[in-house]
């Protein structure tokens, strides 16, 4: 059960402006909200399903303790990654075949490589729950999709992108910190913490520069 509430959690805060969520938005400007979940739903079975079954395979070859400390240090990257921010590059332009499987084929292609996807590789290792986190995922997904939908199109209205970001970026940093804690010897410990809060605050103050010179998007 602590896989599947974390990985629903860990979906949805990582989903908040993210491609895939923008891409839900933009295809219920054209097609029925109801169509778009289905889409969202099949693609996302599908796409986290392989997702679960990599990050389950390698705990065969991998000792869990390394698993573990490898995805808590792929939660602080997909931490900078979130406060990066995505934007469409004409996805949502793309016509496949019926509005049902445009957008479950226009979905699954987005999926493919993304942060989400990546995120539930590395949730399927730290847990060794294929089931719950595949569950999990799929949730987390369809919740962030609706969230998308109903305030980005139903109430024409938006949260504060910036918001979203370093509160989504904020949660992923914290439980990386706690996974590093909590997975290596006390040596390797410090070493851990010390690199990645050298590479957070340089990452943070390299967009803050890009956006002062409106080159970034961190900002908005």
Known sequence: MEA????????????????????????ATRYKARVVLAGVFVATLLNHLLAVA????????IPLRQLQLIAALSFIVFGLWTLRGDTLEGEDQKVYFNPFWTVTIAFFIAEMGDKTQLAAVALAAKYDSLLEVWIGTTIGM??????????????????????????SASVFILFGYVGIWQNSSNDLRSWLIGISTVAILSYILFLRYNSNRGKGNFAK
């Open 54 to 61: 990599v990050g389950d395979y390698l705990t065969n070859y």
């Open 4 to 27: 599947l509430i974390y990985s629903t959690i860990f979906v949805v805060l990582a989903e908040m402006g993210d491609k895939t969520q923008l891409l839900g938005m933009a295809f």
């Open 142 to 167: 369809m919740i962030s999709n609706i969230i998308g939908i109903t305030i980005g199109v139903v109430l024409g209205k938006k949260i504060p992108e910036r918001v979203v970001k370093i509160a």
